[in-house]
């Protein structure tokens, strides 16, 4: 069988694929420059039907396979296609908004365990068949270096929407004066590779509960992996003290020190994931994945039931994602089209307004020119569905990202006033907000609120309160936005300050440790906490929360030597006498 692929293969790299020696011949397709890959293409000016009587003149596919279309999203008109379609879904914590109707458009639909009833719609019957990702055997192997790492983890350090990981990780920060903890980021290819060949344990914490790339790459690497004992996936494939070591929040420090202090037990469970993990190589189970794909009946296709226009607005969500420069004129495409052809419908200006704040700079013209077109375009969106709390709180945001302060305020009260939230998929905002990570995930799980719009518009109103010098109105809001959504937690360490300016000192310091969990690897609310702690007279609490603070460094910063540890311990031993003299 001949097969066009796009996107990566098991989540790793193109090149894995020079690995495969089965019967089927695999081409790989790609819109972003810089990969190396058979075909390439414009994604606004070829659709996939294009592509495919282009490259006939050369080599016709049976089947084509998209790995991850959210992060690699087909050309247009994949539906139509004359062949059959796979999809590989992933990351749908986050792209389901992209995921829900577009996964349609393809005969099979395949997806990590976790991800199957999330996916599942009647118009898409997504499969668990294996493990959607693997180690790259070109680059994940034992290096020839010193395992000089007790405890490693290095990944995505963006704690707002891996908060749960994060304050794990901020655990296994606090064992850094016993022993040598590095929590990393930022590392690729070799680079990560040889860190892994560092370690004696991997730490490890699944996004979506699924068995995920770090397992593999550790394992290939030969340290011992750690993955959480709630992981869907895992016992499918692995034996818990084997293979792999499980934990849970109860028992992590616990297990940690267990298998630092027995080395054997540690280098043979270790042995054998590195013995293990060939078997999971992406060069060996590309024959299950197709000869799966080819023994399940084909969905329909039920994509091209959807009327012409939602069609167009899914075209759109299918791109709205990508950040990458090649995206940006078919994004830029399809919202013109949107806004000449539906002009009455919100959602058409809400994709032009979020195209125009995409803008590449060279593009965009006069800086103030374009912050205001694209703030005209949010409020025509506003003007057309004025009583949704979404694009409401949309016009806010890009009055916020366009330098429109004095506007911003207005659009926030609102959305106070607003009482609905429709197009959930459509909220703008970026992977540093806690609202939109948040808005997401819960997109995937079908439970946005209205709520959750009040309680940020509640948040974002009392930080312009405070420079308006009006700190109980500010407090207020900030009451209001905690009632409302709990989890909404970016106005919690304002909230503690303005208590204790206005000398409810007690209630400010004891409110902010309750949410100490909320500021996982945060060294300085821990610094803060502590002096709050110690003019109250809790000293005991104050001496402990800056430990914890001196500790935290010791993990992140990775220049740290033995003669800083040495320095730490030597000052910790000081406070401590001094603590007790006091």
């Known amino acids: 069988m001949k097969v066009l692929l796009q996107g990566l293969p098991f989540f790793c790299d193109y090149a894995v694929l020079s690995l495969y020696r089965g019967p089927h011949e695999i081409r790989t397709l790609s819109a972003k420059h810089g990969t190396a890959t058979h075909y390439k293409y414009n994604p606004a000016e070829e659709t996939y039907l294009d592509i495919l009587n282009r490259i006939a003149k050369e080599w016709t596919p049976d089947l084509f396979l998209c790995w991850n279309p959210e992060n690699d999203p087909p050309p247009l008109g994949v539906e139509d296609s004359p062949i059959p379609t796979v999809a590989i879904a992933g990351d749908w914590n986050l792209f389901h908004g992209a995921q829900h109707f577009n996964l349609a458009r393809y005969d099979v639909v395949l997806s990590d365990k976790p991800g199957v009833p999330i996916l599942a719609t009647e118009w898409i019957t997504p499969y668990y068949v294996l493990p959607l990702y693997a180690a790259n055997p070109l680059v994940h192997r034992p290096h020839p270096v010193t395992r000089d790492i007790d405890v490693l983890y290095i990944g995505n350090l963006n704690i707002i929407h891996r908060k749960e990981r994060a304050w794990l990780l901020d655990r296994l920060a606090r064992l850094s004066n016993r022993y040598d903890i590095a929590i990393i980021g930022g590392l690729f290819g070799e680079d990560y590779a040889q860190a892994l060949s560092r370690a004696r344990i991997v730490f490890n914490r699944s996004v979506r509960g699924e068995l995920n790339l770090r397992v593999f790459e550790t394992m290939a690497c030969g340290a011992l992996a750690m993955l959480e004992d709630s992981n869907q996936e895992v016992r499918d494939w692995f034996t818990d003290g084997q293979d792999i070591v499980l934990f849970n929040e109860r028992n992590i420090e616990e297990k940690i020190i267990y298998y630092l202090e027995n080395s054997t037990e540690r280098e043979r469970i270790a042995a054998n994931g590195l013995r293990r993990v060939q078997e999971f190589a992406p060069e060996k189970r590309l024959d299950d994945l197709l000869n799966f794909v080819a023994s399940v009946r084909p969905s329909g296709r039920r994509f091209k039931e959807l009327p012409p226009v939602e069609r167009l607005f899914q075209d759109y969500l299918q791109y709205a994602f990508r950040m990458e420069p090649e995206y940006y004129p078919v994004q830029e495409k399809l919202a013109t089209k949107a806004v000449t052809s539906t002009p009455e419908d919100p959602r058409a200006w809400s994709i032009l307004g979020q195209t125009l704040l995409r803008t590449p700079p060279e593009q965009a013209g006069e800086p103030h020119l374009q912050a205001e077109r694209c703030l005209k375009v949010f409020l025509r969106a506003l003007r057309l569905e004025p009583d949704c709390a979404t694009l409401a709180l949309n016009a806010a945001t890009a009055c916020k990202y366009c330098g429109a302060d004095d506007?911003?305020?207005?659009?926030?009260?609102?959305?106070?006033?607003?009482?609905?939230?429709?197009?959930?998929?459509?909220?703008?905002?970026?992977?540093?907000?806690?609202?939109?990570?948040?808005?997401?995930?819960?997109?995937?799980?079908?439970?946005?609120?209205?709520?959750?719009?009040?309680?940020?518009?509640?948040?974002?109103?009392?930080?312009?309160?405070?420079?308006?010098?009006?700190?109980?109105?500010?407090?207020?809001?900030?009451?209001?936005?905690?009632?409302?959504?709990?989890?909404?937690?970016?106005?919690?360490?304002?909230?503690?300050?303005?208590?204790?300016?206005?000398?409810?000192?007690?209630?400010?310091?004891?409110?902010?440790?309750?949410?100490?969990?909320?500021?996982?690897?945060?060294?300085?609310?821990?610094?803060?906490?502590?002096?709050?702690?110690?003019?109250?007279?809790?000293?005991?609490?104050?001496?402990?929360?800056?430990?914890e603070a001196r500790l935290l460094p010791l993990a992140l910063d990775r220049t740290w030597t033995q003669k800083a540890k040495k320095q730490y311990q030597t000052d910790s031993s000081s406070m401590e006498h001094e603590g007790n003299a006091s």
């Open 407 to 547: 506007l911003e305020r207005g659009f926030l009260e609102h959305t106070l006033k607003a009482t609905s939230s429709d197009f959930p998929e459509y909220l703008i905002g970026d992977y540093l907000s806690p609202l939109w990570t948040r808005w997401l995930y819960a997109l995937a799980r079908h439970n946005t609120s209205l709520a959750m719009l009040h309680a940020e518009a509640h948040v974002r109103l009392a930080h312009f309160l405070v420079g308006n010098d009006k700190p109980n109105e500010a407090i207020e809001h900030l009451n209001i936005a905690l009632a409302l959504d709990p989890e909404n937690t970016s106005g919690v360490w304002l909230r503690g300050e303005l208590l204790w300016e206005q000398n409810q000192r007690e209630e400010a310091a004891h409110f902010l440790y309750e949410h100490l969990s909320d500021f996982p690897l945060h060294a300085g609310f821990r610094q803060r906490l502590s002096a709050m702690f110690a003019e109250l007279g809790e000293t005991e609490k104050a001496q402990r929360l800056m430990s």
